[in-house]
């Protein structure tokens, strides 16, 4: 995913001069292009993320658009309130970027899992929350990112997620990508669980479990129209996203859900339960397993809370 | 750019200015008092004789910029832009009102010549560097002035952007401190000694200028000069409370706001 992010903000870097990068100590191996082609739009600000996002406010109060860059938590908690005040009170153009969103950095522990990052940002006034499924998503999000004039944040896996649209799908602005039909129920994921949602739906079919697959690539501002329509076809509506239960893709949706006039979907949130990582590390796959965000958990805890499936399962088991 | 009458000095811009922050904390019953007081006569000069601004064209790309990131001296600044012809003198009446955009803290949502809303400590001179550094690159002179209180640099961003700006040679960047030795809750000495200051300054790479923050003639060419590469940071000492006498070097005028007796004999003191 980074990879194709820089590739997409040089791009857009040529086309527009008002764009200026800044990190705070981190991008090695994924900035050095753009610090070669525009050194005078570059800034490595060094390890203060409060400083880097004054500065992008202040940057951007004089015309520019300015990215900030870093990993994990770095450029979001750490930055809470410069991001509030500095940059989304004046509704400034300041992309913040974030690499390892989830547990992508999982091996490092607690301090480099991002795990409440939608949360937060959902909550800002401005704010354009944008959390791509796919490299193909991130080329489409970063561009359009890089021409809409405000507050973004970006989440972006790290490295190596495999593309699951086809290089010419077409998106659009705020809105969630259907991806597969399916008339039992809705899985919608957000972020890098995208290939994840595919698994589960391949292992519903097996099961005779006919499962829609959509992604949310945009989450605030969030598809309620779209979703308004599906909630009045869907029994179940699956949120799936590597981030707390709280505050992100399930209460989004979950609000969405809970305002409409008719009655609708129910909701099954699939997220990163509170501390169960504490203490425990290991590779990003490892600890979607053992939290029960993989795809066989998923499905099974899918049959099991919707009864859909069921039967076929305990037959083909028997 | 429109310039002041010139029959007014910078001394009388002081005075009506603090006459005016005092007739609105009044009417508030608001706090901050004493932090205007000590800051009017910088602001008096950089309003009156220094910053290049238009007040018909508060918007002006050329313009100067001033950031307060010490947002609760608000009163004074609103009061100074007023005074500048910013907008009508009769909306300092507004000041802390219901639904007035003056709000006791600095904000810019709707009110014209204030660049930057402040209010939590500490994030003014980051914002300052940004500016300064895409107003060098845009190439047309302009300049950013920060105002830092001195209980603020407390705050660890404030030295993460004092370490930036002269590693990146920021000279269209000067910095006042009002440094007028009482923060919150104590004297600075008690809570947080900051001495040596001007050395810590030095020591980060500044061009420091110490002066008597109250003196318009050691003011005017402090605020006016620029350092050839480096960031200006002018340690200015100021009395909290300056200009009425039993305001001065008192902490409760952190809090306290003046009542009609008070203020009668604070706008006597000053003349008005």
């Known amino acids: 995913m980074r990879t194709t992010f820089i590739k997409a903000l040089l791009e857009c870097a040529a086309a527009d001069e008002r764009i200026w990068l800044l990190c705070g100590d981190l991008g090695y191996s994924v900035l050095e292009p753009f610090i070669q082609q525009y050194p005078q739009r570059f800034i490595n600000v060094g390890v203060a993320e409060q400083n880097m996002t004054g500065i992008a406010g202040g940057l951007a109060m004089t015309g520019r658009k300015v990215v900030c860059y870093s990993i994990g938590n770095f450029t979001t908690l750490r930055c809470y309130e410069q991001i509030r005040n500095d940059v989304c009170y004046h509704n400034g153009d300041v992309k913040v970027v974030s690499v390892g969103g989830g547990l992508a950095y999982g091996s490092q522990g607690y301090t480099h899992h991002a795990v409440e990052d939608l949360a937060v940002m959902r909550a800002l006034p401005n704010m354009t929350v944008l959390a791509p499924g796919d490299p193909v998503e991130v080329d489409f999000v970063t561009r359009w990112m890089m021409r809409h004039d405000g507050p973004c944040y970006l989440r972006l896996g790290k490295a190596g997620e495999p593309k699951l649209h086809a290089a010419d799908a077409s998106f659009a602005p705020g809105k969630i990508v259907a991806m597969r039909p399916g008339k039992d129920l809705l899985l919608l994921s957000t972020g890098g669980m995208l290939p994840t949602a595919l698994q589960v739906a391949d292992a519903l079919a097996a099961a005779g479990v006919a499962a829609a697959v959509a992604s949310c690539p945009f989450v605030k501002p969030l598809d309620t129209a779209w979703l308004a329509q599906q909630a009045a076809r869907y029994p179940w509506i699956a949120t799936l996203e590597e981030h707390s239960r709280f505050g992100g893709l399930a209460d989004a949706v979950g609000g969405c859900l809970a305002t409409q006039p008719q009655p609708v979907a129910r909701l099954l949130p699939f997220a990163v339960p509170e501390l169960a990582l504490k203490g425990v590390g290991g590779t990003q796959q490892e600890l979607l397993q053992r939290i029960g965000l993989d795809a066989a958990s998923i499905t099974a805890a899918i049959t099991q809370q919707t009864g859909l499936g069921s039967q076929t399962l305990r037959q083909s088991k028997a | ?272």
């Not at chain 2, 639904?99 to 204030?114: C, D, E, K, M, Q």
Request: a negative charge.
């Open chain 2, 1 to 272: 750019m429109a310039g002041m009458a010139p029959d007014l000095t910078s001394e009388y811009f002081a005075r009506r200015t603090r006459a005016n922050a005092l007739r609105m904390v009044h009417a508030a019953k608001a706090s901050h008092i004493g932090t205007c007081l000590s800051a009017a006569d910088i602001l008096a000069v950089l309003y009156h004789d220094v910053m290049r601004i238009d007040p018909q064209q508060p918007q002006l790309p050329q313009r100067d910029r001033f950031i307060l990131s010490k947002g609760h001296g608000a009163a004074i600044i609103y009061a100074a832009l007023a005074e500048r012809g910013f907008f009508p003198v009769d909306w300092l009446k507004g000041y802390c009102a219901d639904g007035s955009p003056l709000t006791g803290h600095i904000n810019h949502a709707g009110v014209p010549g204030v660049e930057v809303s402040t209010g939590s400590l500490g994030h003014g001179l980051s914002i300052g560097c940004g500016m300064a550094l895409g107003l060098r690159a845009d190439g047309r002179g302009a300049r950013v002035f920060v105002l830092l209180s001195d209980g603020e640099c407390d705050e660890g961003s404030i030295w993460e952007a004092a370490l930036f700006a002269p590693f990146h040679k920021l000279a269209n960047l000067t910095v006042i401190v009002d440094y007028n030795k009482i923060q919150s809750f104590g004297s600075v000495k008690d809570v947080l000694d900051l001495e040596p200051f001007a050395d810590k300054w030095r020591a980060f790479g500044w061009h420091v200028v110490e002066l008597d923050g109250h003196d318009h003639a050691a003011l005017r060419p402090a605020l006016q000069g620029t350092h050839p590469v480096l960031p200006t940071l002018i340690l200015a000492h100021t009395v909290k409370g300056k200009g009425v006498s039993f305001m001065e070097n008192d902490l409760a005028w952190h809090y306290r706001s003046p009542d009609t007796a008070q203020l009668a004999q604070a706008l006597a003191e000053l003349g008005e």
